[in-house]
């Protein structure tokens, strides 16, 4: 069965606001990431996230398709599905949810790989979690011959889910964004407000920069992947969102 994932988690906040305010802190249901692949002119590109819920213990897959010469979902995506039985694998939700957006892939031709040129992985130790450094690939042994470093500014902000008025918490965190390299700085993103889709969010972090095979040859645009965190059952949620970083090369 399928449903929504802001309805979803509204109702477990609304009905778990007291255990939350008085429980110790716990681990929260901190997402899987995957990427799916690019179309071979690297326009799209897919990405997964998928974990087991806190408090239901239901797993899900969550599937979008980017733009990124636009900047918006494509395809029809997200497709999201949650198996609302705690004896359901992620395999199972996992297979599922790919069956659901085959189409939208073979419509939009992503089946080049996608490759991962930095990762704040989830087992490193060392960084701050304020930013992420890449650049293309040097020959042979030899460092990023031109590196650039993305920053990410929290900031409280508004959003149409009642996170202080009905649940309590604190004002909901947006983020910006913004590229440094050649001595500039280049805001990419700022948000006005936070999505309803990101629920009651409280931090965020850069996870990773994806990029289609050759990028920088190609001309091709790397992906930001940013972690999102939210309040949830057990402790914060962690979800991702895809920013493009043009200009890179």
């Given at each position: ?10 109702v477990?906040?609304?009905?778990s606001?007291?255990a ?7 681990a ?15 326009r799209?590109f897919?990405?997964e996230?998928?974990g087991?819920?806190?408090g239901?213990g239901?797993?899900?897959s969550n ?7 636009q ?6 995506s997200p497709?999201?599905?949650?198996l ?5 694998t ?10 659901k ?9 992503i ?6 040129e ?19 690939r ?9 590196p650039?470093t993305?920053k990410?500014?929290?900031f409280?902000s508004?959003?149409?889910v009642?996170c202080?008025?009905?649940?309590g ?16 700085s280049?805001?990419?993103?700022r948000?006005q ?13 850069p996870?990773?920069?994806v990029a289609?095979?050759?990028w ?8 930001a ?14 979800r991702?969102i895809?920013?493009p ?5």
């Amino acid at each position: 069965m399928r449903r929504s994932v802001v309805q979803a988690v509204s109702v477990r906040l609304a009905a778990s606001l007291l255990a939350l305010v008085a429980a110790p802190a716990f681990a929260g249901d901190a997402a899987n990431f995957a990427a799916l692949g690019f179309s071979a002119d690297g326009r799209y590109f897919g990405y997964e996230e998928f974990g087991v819920q806190d408090g239901s213990g239901f797993p899900y897959s969550n599937i979008f398709i980017l733009d990124v010469a636009q900047d918006k979902w494509a395809g029809g995506s997200p497709f999201r599905l949650t198996l609302e039985d705690e004896s359901s694998t992620l395999g199972a939700v996992r297979t599922e949810a790919m069956a659901k957006a085959a189409k939208a892939f073979s419509d939009l031709a992503i089946s080049e790989p996608a490759v991962i040129e930095a990762l704040n992985g989830d087992g490193e130790v060392g960084h701050d979690g304020a930013g992420i450094t890449f650049g293309a690939r040097g020959f042979g042994m030899d460092p990023p011959p031109n590196p650039v470093t993305l920053k990410i500014e929290s900031f409280e902000s508004t959003s149409t889910v009642p996170c202080v008025e009905s649940y309590g918490f604190s004002p909901p965190v947006g983020f910006a964004l913004t590229l440094e390299a050649d001595g500039k700085s280049t805001e990419l993103h700022r948000d006005q407000s936070v999505p309803a889709s990101r629920n009651c969010t409280v931090a965020y972090r850069p996870y990773g920069i994806v990029a289609p095979v050759n990028w920088s040859w190609n001309a091709r645009t790397p992906v930001a992947i940013i972690s999102v965190f939210s309040q949830g059952f057990e402790g914060p949620d962690r979800r991702f969102i895809a920013i493009p970083v043009p200009g890179v090369k």
